[in-house]
């Protein structure tokens, strides 16, 4: 299962995007907030993937935030949304006023969403309020130019406990001071010390 694409970006449209790594384009659904944040074509971006496989298909979903992916695998366990409609939901509506519409059995507004009915609305309640944050998703800043060394420290981050959004914006705010060059051990650090505090 590809869990993870960092690659060149070959091409982009608000649904789609090519992302080339080590000589194979990738062709990878995503939602209109992702194609929003996307750096230039040419440019190197890094997606969370989700892999759905059906007897016919493969498909790839992207995302540049990891809240992100998480939304829209709870929103396929969902009776009658697939990942073709969860795609459409997240572009139809700010993830974190949708998850406050889902926790506040706010269907009126979730039928606002395109291919969003009332039955389909009336089942995203049921089976999601008690599954998502009443505090909303934390979609943070994408870290969608992270070097291998910010991957890196980010990855140990998340091994010590602490949650990657958290771990993203304590390294967006050593990366402010212009740190970014230093070497994994001190990017970790001044990363950790901003976290501990």
Same mark, same amino acid.
């Given at each position: 299962m590809i869990a993870?694409?960092?690659? %060149? &970006?070959? @091409?982009k449209h608000p649904n789609q995007v090519v992302v080339e =790594?080590? !000589? #194979? !384009?990738?062709?990878? =659904?995503?939602?209109?907030p992702t194609f929003s944040d996307l750096p230039d074509v040419g440019s190197e971006v890094a997606l969370y993937i989700h892999t759905h496989v059906r007897e016919d298909l493969i498909a790839l979903y992207g995302f540049l935030r990891p809240a992100e992916?998480?939304? $829209?695998? %709870?929103? #396929?366990t969902v009776s009658g949304i697939g990942p073709k409609l969860a795609i459409t939901i997240?572009? !139809?509506?700010?993830?974190?006023?949708m998850v406050s519409a889902i926790c506040g059995n706010d269907v009126p507004r979730l039928t606002r969403i395109p291919g969003i009915g009332k039955k389909t609305a009336e089942r995203m309640v049921l089976e999601l309020?008690?599954? &998502?944050?009443?505090?909303? #998703?934390s979609t943070g800043t994408p870290l969608s130019s992270a070097t291998p060394v910010e991957e890196d420290v &980010?990855? @140990?981050?998340?091994?010590?406990?602490?949650?990657?959004? @958290?771990a993203e914006r304590g390294l967006a705010?050593?990366? %402010?001071?212009?740190? =970014? @060059? !230093?070497? $994994?051990?001190?990017? $970790?650090?001044e =990363?950790?010390? #901003? &976290?501990?505090?």
């Open positions: 993870h694409l960092r690659g %060149k &970006l070959l @091409a =790594t080590s !000589g #194979i !384009g990738y062709d990878v =659904t995503i939602s209109v992916k998480q939304l $829209f695998e %709870k929103l #396929i997240l572009s !139809g509506m700010p993830a974190d006023d309020r008690d599954k &998502l944050p009443r505090e909303g #998703i &980010l990855s @140990a981050l998340v091994n010590l406990g602490y949650q990657r959004a @958290a705010s050593v990366s %402010k001071n212009g740190k =970014t @060059a !230093g070497s $994994f051990e001190s990017l $970790f650090r =990363t950790l010390g #901003i &976290l501990s505090k």
